[in-house]
């Protein structure tokens, strides 16, 4: 365009701008504005810079050496004329790429909300799901034990029993996890991101739980485990080499003799007990167990009552507290009283003579402590038993065991 209209010009076909006839902003001029003006608007910003640093002084050049009496005044006019057509075209090109780059972003942010739905989507039916599958099991697991009981009620009223505390336990569990589920489908807006909120979700460590609980019925279930357990977090062993100072500690047993020792037994010792007596003490007189102190591992106060060899290995037989003493049904040689002070657990301590402290190693309540005494079995202080840490917290705290 600047070119052919420079050709004209020469030829004298259409006059400069300014010249001696008179000064005549005609057709071409503009034209030639309008051009620099398009290629401002829809070129890259390098073009737009080659075109107001190259292209306008040229033309303005060309425009003075074809009037020489006028060339101040052709270069004025052109160069007012060219830059303010070359600034409109750029104002215009940067709306048009702010208008561009808006529509690209709600369209990336339309997109983006629509993949947080699917992913909020998606973490409700898992949250959903896991609950759903769990009572689905726990009530499986109600029907396959009450067509147990049923079946043995006659030939074995004691195994029948034990059957139905199953049961009863298996369907408290079952009713937990479905007030569980009712809260994920209540909970509002506000509540979803808190995650103090959100129920906790298993670990491995309730496998050999949950083992149990399946094996209660009578299901025959080999269970292996590899490899040392999760060791528990440093805060929790902290508090516990704070509790027992050195010089009220015994010498640890070191995690090789802990393992041949759970060999030995056929059991895997629950945390963070596990790490206590392998890192920081096997026992000591301070404390918690009233009497005596905490046991070395293996030990027995000396007022356990003889029933026989301790088996901690085995299935402890009891998943929910039970006083024999006040039920008149109960035989005194019931052979389940023996087991509860022999299976399933190992010895704490002891606290006013014949009660003793059990951490238990193995059944649906693994990792809990109980007491039990000759009038019956409990988990301290309540159904929502102390492992061994909240154990010791409590007798360091001073507390009543029972408050």
Same mark, same amino acid.
């Given at each position: 365009m600047a070119a052919a209209v420079g050709a004209l010009q020469a030829g004298d076909y259409i006059p400069a701008p300014v010249g001696p006839a008179s000064t005549s902003i005609g057709v071409p001029a503009p034209a030639v504005a309008a051009a620099v003006l398009l290629t401002a608007v829809r070129s890259s910003r390098r073009v737009a810079t080659v075109v107001v640093t190259a292209v306008v002084p040229g033309i303005t050049v060309a425009e003075a050496v074809m009037q020489p009496g006028f060339r101040v005044a052709n270069a004025a006019a052109m160069v007012i004329l060219l830059v303010a057509a070359w600034a409109l075209g750029r104002l215009f090109g940067a709306r048009k790429a702010m208008a561009r780059d808006a529509v690209d972003k709600a369209a990336a942010l339309e997109r983006e909300q629509h993949a947080n739905a699917r992913a909020a989507v998606a973490q409700e039916r898992s949250r959903i799901r896991e609950p759903h599958d769990i009572v689905a099991h726990n009530v499986s697991l109600m029907v396959v034990q009450t067509i147990a009981a049923d079946r043995v009620q006659d030939r074995d009223a004691v195994k029948a029993h034990e059957l139905h505390r199953t049961i009863e336990q298996t369907g408290r569990a079952a009713v937990e996890e479905l007030r569980r589920l009712l809260h994920v489908l209540r909970t509002d807006e506000g509540e979803d991101g808190d995650p103090s909120r959100q129920p906790p979700q298993p670990t491995l460590r309730e496998i050999p739980r949950l083992v149990e609980s399946v094996r209660t019925p009578g299901l025959d279930i080999d #269970? &292996?485990? *590899?490899?040392?357990?999760? *060791?528990?977090?440093?805060? &929790?062993? @902290?508090?516990? *080499?704070? =509790?027992?100072? %050195?010089?009220?500690r015994e010498p640890a047993l070191g995690h090789e003799a802990v393992a041949e020792w759970e060999q030995d037994n056929g059991v895997v010792? %629950?945390?963070?007990?596990?790490?206590?007596? /392998?890192?920081i003490s096997n026992g000591s007189s301070l404390g918690p167990a009233g009497d005596g102190g905490l046991q070395p591992l293996g030990w027995l106060p000396d007022t356990w009552p003889d029933l026989g060899p301790r088996q901690p290995g085995e299935p402890f037989p009891l998943s929910a507290a039970w006083p024999w003493e006040d039920d008149e049904s109960v035989d005194p040689e019931d052979p389940r009283i023996d087991a509860a002070f022999n299976k399933g657990s190992i010895v704490l301590g002891s606290e006013d003579g014949p009660s003793f402290w059990l951490l238990? &190693?193995? $059944?649906? !309540?693994?990792?809990?402590?109980?007491?039990?005494?000759? =009038?019956? /079995?409990?988990? /301290?202080?309540? @159904?929502?038993?102390? $492992? #061994?840490?909240?154990? =010791? !917290? *409590?007798?360091? &705290?001073? +507390? +009543?065991?029972? +408050?």
């Open positions: #269970f &292996t485990s *590899r490899g040392a357990p999760a *060791r528990p977090d440093e805060a &929790t062993l @902290d508090f516990l *080499r704070s =509790v027992f100072p %050195p010089e009220w010792l %629950p945390e963070p007990y596990r790490t206590f007596i /392998a890192e238990l &190693t193995t $059944g649906p !309540r693994r990792g809990e402590v109980w007491m039990i005494a000759d =009038v019956g /079995a409990v988990p /301290a202080p309540g @159904d929502q038993a102390w $492992g #061994f840490e909240e154990w =010791v !917290r *409590r007798w360091h &705290t001073g +507390d +009543d065991w029972w +408050d």
